[in-house]
């Protein structure tokens, strides 16, 4: 099984292909802390493009193509169709739960409150879109996900790069979770598992549009919406 849209790959020392990947894991090891606990937040986004940029370039040198990143230009337009589906499924199912008051607590947030006008619409239509969701899914649905194809498969790749993906959030998860170990360890496992989960979704995202541009959208969806159902809710609703 190969992602839509990818030819096969010429065949390749699988030597340098394993060791492109324990590279972009120790990658994603030493940047999760670095960039969630010690990067000032002015550097988010241009930092965490340049890390995506690298992990790439160890991609490319490892020998996959383009379209095994999902990054080929002629499967943009397929991607840019299922990532405006996805959009739209998004925002219609963020906004009927925010409508709905029994939902409404999940979206209360201190931190949203607490940020700055700019930050309201920056956070959202900048620092989001690009420094979070563009970033992740070049680092996990496109680099990630290439180097485990070319080592197993496509199923494998879509389950493992999801659980990293998962892990990935324990660091935010541990720093924004209430004081108590009971607390801290229900934000952790919570968090990791509904992230896992998310990655699944959006790898099959780009499997099915054979681009990662569609799992970007879908990404930035998510998040993005969320935050401004909580602006909404901390502002007008609450």
Not at 193 to 207: D, K, M, P, Y
């Amino acid at each position: 099984m190969t992602a839509p849209g990818s030819a096969d790959p010429p065949a390749q020392p699988r030597l340098r292909v394993a060791t492109a990947l324990a590279l972009v894991l120790i990658l994603v090891v030493v940047w999760n802390p670095v960039g969630n606990l010690l990067l000032p937040g002015a550097f988010y986004v241009p930092a965490n493009i340049a890390v995506a940029g690298l992990a790439i370039v160890v991609a490319r040198l490892a020998g996959t193509s383009w379209a095994e990143l999902g990054l080929e230009r002629a499967a943009l337009p397929r991607g840019l169709r299922v990532g405006a589906v996805s959009v739209l499924v998004v925002g219609v199912a963020i906004g009927i739960v925010v409508l709905v008051p029994a939902f409404r607590s999940f979206f209360e947030s201190d931190a949203v409150a607490a940020d700055s006008g700019l930050e309201h619409w920056f956070i959202p239509a900048v620092r989001i879109p690009i420094g979070t969701a563009v970033f992740e899914e070049l680092l996990f649905r496109s680099v990630l996900f290439a180097l485990l194809v070319r080592l197993r498969d496509v199923r494998v790749a879509v389950i493992m790069s999801s659980i990293v993906f998962g892990l990935w959030h324990i660091v935010p998860a541990w720093e924004s979770a209430a004081d108590g170990a009971g607390a801290i360890a229900g934000a952790v496992v919570g968090t990791v598992a509904i992230t896992t989960v998310a990655g699944v979704i959006f790898a099959l995202l780009r499997v099915r549009s054979g681009s990662v541009v569609a799992s970007m959208m879908a990404h930035a969806a998510v998040n993005s919406f969320s935050y401004l159902g909580a602006l909404l809710v901390v502002e007008h609703l609450a």
